[in-house]
C-alpha cells in the first residue's frame, strides 16, 4: 500500500485531500489526462477504553509458539 503524509504536500492540496467526504471520488489528472482515482473512505475508528492493548512481541511470540505445538499436537 503506498502512504502519503498529509505533512509532505503543499498545505492547499493537503486541505482538499482532508475535505473530501466519504465515499467522494478524487481524480488525479496530469496534462489533462487521468492518471489515477482515489475514493475517500471512512476515517479509521479510535481505539476503545476497554479493548485490550496489543500484546509485547514476547508474548505475541510465546503464544503464537503455544498455538504451533497445540496444532501439532492435535495432529499427531
Request: proline share 9%; hydrophobic share 45%; aromatic share 4%.
Amino acid at each position: 500500500m503506498t502512504r502519503i503524509d498529509l505533512e509532505d504536500l503543499p498545505p492547499k492540496v493537503a486541505a482538499l485531500l482532508v475535505g473530501v467526504a466519504t465515499g467522494e471520488e478524487v481524480l488525479l489528472v496530469q496534462k489533462g489526462v487521468v492518471v489515477g482515482r482515489l475514493t475517500a473512505g471512512a476515517a479509521a475508528p479510535a481505539p476503545q477504553a476497554g479493548a485490550e492493548p496489543p500484546l509485547a512481541p514476547e508474548e505475541n511470540a510465546k503464544e503464537i509458539f503455544e498455538q504451533f505445538r497445540s496444532a501439532i499436537e492435535d495432529e499427531f
